[in-house]
């Protein structure tokens, strides 16, 4: 199994821009689909963005397209999340995730998740 790690998370004021990181151990990533989600209080989670491998094809949620952008490096074992223009409804526990890469796996990148991290807070003040 593959141990999932997040840091980055804090407080930045809206309009700024965060990087989190998520260190994997265990296992390669490299044969995994990585992806972000997040959690908002009182919210259910929801899918942010994934990238199904280094180079590869990215798909990200409506909201942050533009704004946020998936990166992955498989030598270092990690998945990053560049944030820019955040906004306060941006504010939310990010959780980092990870699945075996299939043709199906690919197709349906918004859920069957395996893996995950506990995540990192992330609140964007106004």
């Known amino acids: 199994q593959v141990q999932l790690v997040e840091s980055g998370g804090g407080l930045v004021q809206a309009g700024g821009s965060l990087r989190l990181s998520c260190a994997a151990s265990?296992?390669?990533?490299?044969?995994?689909?990585m992806a972000w989600f997040r959690q908002a209080p009182g919210k259910e989670r929801e899918f942010v963005a994934c990238i199904i491998w280094t180079g590869g094809p990215t798909y990200n949620a409506d909201s942050v397209k533009g704004r946020f952008t998936i990166s992955r490096d498989n030598a270092k074992n990690t998945v990053d999340l560049q944030m820019n223009s955040l906004k306060p409804e941006d504010t939310a526990v990010y959780f980092c995730?990870?699945?075996?890469?299939?043709?199906?796996?690919?197709?349906?990148?918004?859920?069957?998740?395996?893996?995950w991290g506990r995540g990192t807070q992330v609140t964007v003040s106004s």
């Open positions: 995730a990870g699945k075996d890469i299939s043709p199906s796996s690919i197709v349906q990148y918004r859920t069957g998740y395996s893996y």
């Open positions: 265990g296992r390669t990533i490299s044969n995994y689909v």
